[in-house]
């Protein structure tokens, strides 16, 4: 009973957020040695998150609960409610999502003085996360695990004790959204030759929010790769400012086979190390990795570093109304 005591919930608060970003970039730094985000930038998107232009104007509250024992820190939740308007897109109309959840794993026996409630805690977080979507009546539940970052979205290999707290309370993942994520060095991709195919031409263009390197055959495009080139949200997360994301690839049917892609990745590569570019990431549907993409990437010396569990979601209860 006295444990149980010690434990509680509470609303976050300023004095979390120095415990709070530990935990974050603890997880993050688990999954992508050097990644870590600033406190500052933790705490104004607990408020709104501008990298999700297209789906944070819907959202209509948020709440971020922390779960604390005897003054530490160890889990938190954020969660989001979505309108219900003509502008809400339809599976996002009158949802509710967990945005992310992290908690501390339990500790081996005997590494604190007075033990933790490691598991509890994070029972309790989700328990009151759910109450609280109940409590906005929403007709679907989502868990997405998004912490602001680029190709992170989801529930990595490196955190079982958040797959294991999520699906202990009925949220279970899209086996088709799974995703693998692969990350090397622009400094292993070799310098690009001529180009593979006759008369065609390297044309570099800002295509929404990305740059395009298209491989031009007269006016026609047989093949593009685009790169998100600001990871570093223009000076905001510095550890992610030497890194760059392979957002698509691209080779038209009739065009394949014949090193058009390779040649655009080195020449993109090439452009982007002279600009200061060191890393990349990139995420991979497990369908491109068995259809040729792992031998590709395995070839540039990007490696896999984790595997994604997305697109978790929980039956609701429809509400009235």
């Known amino acids: 009973m006295r444990r149980k005591y010690l434990l509680h919930l509470e609303p976050f608060r300023e004095s979390h957020l120095a415990q709070l970003q530990s935990l974050i970039n603890c997880h993050l730094g688990s999954v992508v040695p050097g990644w870590a985000l600033s406190s500052h930038f933790i705490s104004s998107h607990l408020g709104r998150n501008p990298g999700q232009y297209v789906t944070d104007p819907w959202v209509i509250e948020r709440r971020t609960l922390c779960a604390l024992e005897r003054g530490r820190l160890l889990g938190a939740v954020h969660l989001v409610r979505y309108g219900s308007g003509p502008e809400v897109g339809g599976d996002f109309q009158r ?13 081996p026996p005997g590494r604190y003085l007075f033990p933790y409630s490691f598991a509890e805690s994070a029972e309790a977080l989700l328990r009151a996360a759910l109450a ?62 001529r180009p593979p195919v006759s008369g065609v031409d390297l044309r570099r263009r800002t295509a929404e929010t990305f740059v395009r390197f298209s ?48 040649w655009l990745v080195q020449s993109a590569s090439a ?51």
């Open 132 to 193: 609280q979507l109940d409590e906005w009546s929403v007709t679907k539940q989502y868990a997405s695990e998004d912490l602001w970052l680029p190709a992170l979205d989801g529930v990595p290999d490196q955190w079982p004790h958040v797959a294991e707290a999520i699906a202990a309370v009925g949220f279970q993942p899209s086996p088709e959204a799974e995703e693998i994520v692969r990350f090397g060095l622009l400094a292993s991709v070799p310098e690009p030759s």
């Open 95 to 107: 949802a509710g999502e967990i945005a992310w959840f992290l908690a501390w794993p339990p500790s």
């Open 271 to 321: 452009l982007l190390r002279r600009g200061g570019y060191e890393r990349v990431i990139l995420a991979v549907s497990p369908e491109r990795e068995r259809s040729g993409a792992a031998r590709f990437y395995d070839r540039l010396g990007w490696s896999v570093l984790t595997r994604l569990q997305r697109g978790h979601a929980r039956p609701a209860v429809p509400a009235e109304g």
């Open 215 to 262: 491989a031009m055959l007269g006016q026609d495009e047989i093949a593009f790769c685009e790169w998100s080139l600001d990871l570093g949200s223009g000076g905001d997360v510095q550890a992610l400012a030497a890194w760059a994301e392979v957002a698509d690839l691209w080779v038209k049917d009739d065009w394949r086979n014949r090193g058009l892609g390779s």
